[in-house]
C-alpha cells in the first residue's frame, strides 16, 4: 500500500485545534492500521520559522512550504481556519494558488476555506467552512457554493469541514476511506469521538440552530419540546402550554426564536430520533414512536428529506457497536 503524505500549513493565528485534531487521527491511523508508514506527516510555515496560534499557542514547523514541496507535491494538504485566515499574508495565498492544485486531495478546516477561496481554489466546488463566515465566503466568493448546514462537504478531491471538531470528523471519514473503517473506529474509539457523524449532519443541535428566547415562557418551552418529543406538539398544545392563543404564539416563537414552532418540533424529533438510533437497540417502530413520529414511514420521510437517508440506512451506518462482557474463560481448558 501506497505512503500518504500529509502536508499541513501553519501560519500566524491559526487555529490549533484545526491543526492538532487532523494531525493526531492521521497519526493514530497509521498506528492502528498496524502500518506505521501509512502517513507522512509534516508541517510547514512560509520560512519554517514558528508560529503562534489565536490562543498564542507557539508552534515550530517541520519545515518551510518551499522544501515540503520540493520533492513533489503532498498527497494531502491541510489548510487550517483561525483568525489568520481573515487577513492572510499575500506570500500564503500565492503559495496556496500556486501548489494547491498538485495535491491529490486538499482539504480545509473550518475558516480555512477562507485561505483557499482567497487562492482561486474553491471555484465551482461545494464547500462548507464555519458557520460564522459561511455568508462572508458566499458574498465574497459568489462563484463557490457554500453550504452553511453540514459539518463537512466532500466535492471531488477537495473536501471543507465546518468550525474546529468537525475537522477530526473529516480527518476520521478521509482515514476511513484511506484505511478502512476499522482503523477508523479504533482512532475514534482511542480519541473518546464517534465515527459516526455524517458530512451531511447540521452544523448545530436543534436548540443550537434556533436562538433562545429571550422570555421565560418561551424559552422554559423550548426546553420542554426537547424532553418531550413523543408528546403532543401540535401549535395548539404548545400554545396552551404557553399560555397564549396558537396565532399570538406562533408569531412570538417565529420572532424570539428565528424559525416556526413546526420546524422547531421537526428538529428536535430528527436528533431525538437519530440519537435513538445511534445508541439503542430500540426498533425503528419504537423510535419512531418515542420520537413523536407515529409510524416508521412518517420518520422515514423526515430522514429522507433532512438527511437524505432511511432510519434503517442511518442505523446501519452509524450505530454504536454495544461492548458485551466477554465470558470468563478457563486457563485450563
Known amino acids: 500500500m501506497t505512503q500518504r503524505s500529509v502536508l499541513v500549513v501553519l501560519f500566524e493565528g491559526a487555529q490549533s485545534l484545526d491543526v492538532t485534531g487532523p494531525y493526531e487521527v492521521f497519526a493514530g491511523a497509521a498506528q492502528a492500521s498496524g502500518r ?39 498527497h494531502t494538504l491541510l489548510v487550517p481556519g483561525g483568525e489568520g485566515t481573515r487577513a492572510p499574508d499575500p506570500a500564503l495565498v500565492a503559495w496556496l494558488r500556486r501548489h494547491a492544485p498538485e495535491a491529490d486531495r486538499l482539504v480545509s478546516v473550518c475558516t480555512g476555506a477562507l485561505l483557499l477561496a482567497a487562492a482561486g481554489q474553491l471555484d465551482g466546488h461545494r464547500v462548507t ?103 403532543d406538539l401540535s401549535v395548539e398544545a404548545l400554545a396552551a402550554r404557553a399560555r397564549l392563543s396558537p396565532r399570538h404564539f406562533a408569531r412570538a416563537f417565529h420572532a424570539e426564536t428565528g424559525t416556526t414552532p413546526g420546524r422547531y418540533v421537526g428538529r428536535v424529533r430528527l436528533e431525538h430520533a437519530r440519537r435513538l438510533l445511534e445508541d439503542s437497540t430500540q426498533g425503528v417502530q419504537e423510535v419512531a414512536r418515542a420520537a413523536g413520529y407515529g409510524t416508521p414511514e412518517a420518520m422515514r420521510r423526515a430522514f429522507v428529506k433532512a438527511l437524505g437517508t432511511a432510519p434503517v440506512d442511518y442505523r446501519r451506518r452509524f450505530h454504536a457497536p454495544v461492548d458485551r462482557p466477554r465470558a470468563a474463560t478457563d486457563p485450563t481448558a
Open 36 to 74: 506505521p508508514d501509512a502517513y507522512a506527516i509534516r508541517t510547514a510555515s512560509l520560512d519554517g520559522g514558528p508560529v503562534r496560534t489565536h490562543s498564542g499557542l507557539r508552534m515550530l514547523p517541520d519545515t518551510s512550504l518551499a522544501e515540503a514541496v520540493a520533492d513533489g507535491p503532498p
Open 129 to 231: 467552512t464555519h458557520w460564522t463566515v459561511c455568508e462572508h465566503l458566499a458574498r465574497n466568493h459568489p462563484e463557490v457554493t457554500v453550504e452553511p448546514e453540514p459539518i463537512f462537504v466532500r466535492d471531488g478531491r477537495l473536501a471543507t469541514s465546518a468550525g474546529v471538531t468537525a475537522g477530526i470528523d473529516l480527518a476520521l471519514a478521509l482515514v476511513e476511506e484511506d484505511l478502512g473503517r476499522e482503523a477508523a473506529l479504533t482512532v475514534a474509539r482511542h480519541l473518546v469521538v464517534f465515527l459516526r457523524r455524517p458530512g451531511n449532519q447540521a452544523q448545530f443541535s436543534a436548540q443550537l440552530a434556533a436562538q433562545t428566547a429571550s422570555r421565560a415562557p418561551l424559552r422554559d418551552l423550548q426546553h420542554w419540546i426537547a424532553e418531550h418529543p413523543g408528546g
